[in-house]
C-alpha cells in the first residue's frame, strides 16, 4: 500500500506534535556525579577568587576586591540589566570587563577566558541564595 501525500504530511505533524507535547526526559545522575560536580565548581570558585585579588589583572596594581571585597556590590543575580556606565543593556561579563578596563587599567578577558568564568563563578558563589531579579537596580 502506497501513503499518499496528505497522509504523509498529517502523520508528520502528529510526529511533531507529539514531540513537543510529551514530557522531556532529563539525564540521570548519581549522588557521586553530584558531589563531583560540586567539587569542580568549587575549584573554579577558588580560582575566582585567587583572580578577584590578583593585581595582574589591570596595569595598575589595583585588584576587584578593593571595591568589591568579598564580591559585594556586584549583583550578579540582577543581570543582564541596563548599565549606565555602557549605555545599554548588559550581561554580568561585559561589566567586569569595564571594571578591567577602567578602575585596574587592564585588558577585556574574553567572555570564554577561563579567568573570566572563575570571576563570574566566585562572584555568584557570593551571592548564593539571593533571590534572581534580572534587570533590577
Given at each position: 500500500m502506497r501513503i499518499k501525500p496528505i497522509q504523509t504530511g498529517a502523520l508528520g505533524?502528529?510526529?511533531?506534535?507529539?514531540?513537543?507535547?510529551?514530557?522531556?526526559?532529563?539525564?540521570?545522575?548519581?549522588?557521586?556525579d553530584l558531589e563531583l560536580?560540586?567539587?569542580?565548581f568549587q575549584e573554579v570558585v577558588k580560582k575566582g577568587r585567587q583572580v578577584f585579588?590578583?593585581?595582574?589583572?589591570?596595569?595598575?596594581?589595583?585588584?576587584?576586591?578593593q571595591c568589591h571585597p568579598n564580591g559585594a556590590n556586584t549583583?550578579?543575580?540582577?543581570?543582564?540589566?541596563?548599565q549606565k556606565q555602557l549605555g545599554k543593556v548588559a550581561t554580568l561579563g561585559e561589566m567586569i570587563?569595564?571594571?578591567?578596563?577602567?578602575?585596574?587599567?587592564?585588558?577585556?578577558?574574553a567572555?570564554?577566558?577561563?579567568?573570566?568564568?572563575a570571576l563570574q563563578a566566585y562572584i555568584a558563589e557570593e551571592r548564593r541564595?539571593?533571590?534572581l531579579a534580572p534587570g533590577k537596580h
Open positions: 505533524i502528529i510526529l511533531a506534535g507529539l514531540m513537543i507535547f510529551s514530557p522531556a526526559q532529563a539525564d540521570e545522575f548519581t549522588k557521586a560536580w560540586q567539587s569542580e585579588t590578583d593585581p595582574g589583572l589591570g596595569t595598575n596594581g589595583v585588584v576587584c576586591a549583583h550578579p543575580e540582577t543581570y543582564p540589566k541596563f570587563n569595564f571594571c578591567i578596563r577602567n578602575p585596574l587599567e587592564g585588558k577585556d578577558l567572555l570564554d577566558d577561563q579567568r573570566m568564568i541564595g539571593v533571590k
